[in-house]
DNA sequence: TATTGTTATACTCTATAACTATA
DNA sequence: TATAGTTATAGAGTATAACAATA
């Protein structure tokens, strides 16, 4: 194989380009695919920090998930509405409200993680090395967002 | 392991979620971290796209970039103020536009990819078996976002 | 004063509907 | 009439700045 005179492609730079275009891709898939859904791609997100950390502050949540306050206000707003997650206020420090989900938000997640007509679910038509290979991704993917907290 | 009695989890289901998850807390990243960078995540995909695909008219771009053509008039607007992208008018038909990529363009993709600073790269402090299996898994990422079109 | 969360406001990305120019 | 693309407008998601309540 052929390179070119100029500088020769970083292999992890190459890789991190590619997989910035599909997440930006997929991403874009699913926020269309969630109108049929019951609840946004940010709001699922939050809802699921929610079930593995609640009952959390509204700061708290906000810095794991990587948003500034006033859009965690909203979006918890969004899921009590929707009567997936409730909130309470702290008695001693009447400042600091904390969230943690309903047994309607748990169920709606747990739908969800067993729903076949999910857009990704649909189209991961893949064989079983497939599917372990994703896995694995997923892992590699879940520790790089963590280190970045 | 104990399963409730609640339907079982689907496999394919359970890793739908969980990659739906990533990519939009991942997607979330970029968009945050692109600030510093040349041209949004969106704008990147498209810029891709016609350097793959151009010339193109704008109908086939916003075909294969899944968005709304006012939604590629305005990305090929900002590529074009930014000297990424060039159209001319067809000579036979002048209702359509066709994109192409100008070597400004071509030298940013270029540059991108061999780029260590981009977000994703500056985190993939990965092992070469983990490069490979997120490389196989953008493979097989792409193949799910083409088999959708 | 400092901290927690909210309200006000604005920007980006995307959509749908209505329009223009051309065929 | 039909098609390619644009303009007008609206909604979701996010941000920053200013504010309110509490400590």
Known sequence: MVRSATTPPDVDAELAARLRLVI??????????????????????ALSAVERLGPITLGDLSAVER?????????????????????EVDARDRRVARVKITPIG??????????????????LNISPAERATLTE???ILERVLESGE
């Open 137 to 139: 991704a997923a892992a």
């Open 67 to 87: 948003v500034q306050p006033p859009s965690m206000t909203r979006i918890v707003a969004a899921l009590e509405d929707l009567g997936l997650v409730e909130r």
């Open 106 to 123: 748990q169920r709606l997640l747990n739908r969800t993680r067993s729903r076949k007509d999910l857009y990704l679910a649909s189209r």
């Open 24 to 45: 930006t891709r997929l991403a874009r898939r699913l926020r269309q695919q969630a109108n049929e859904a019951d609840v946004t791609p940010s709001q699922y997100s």
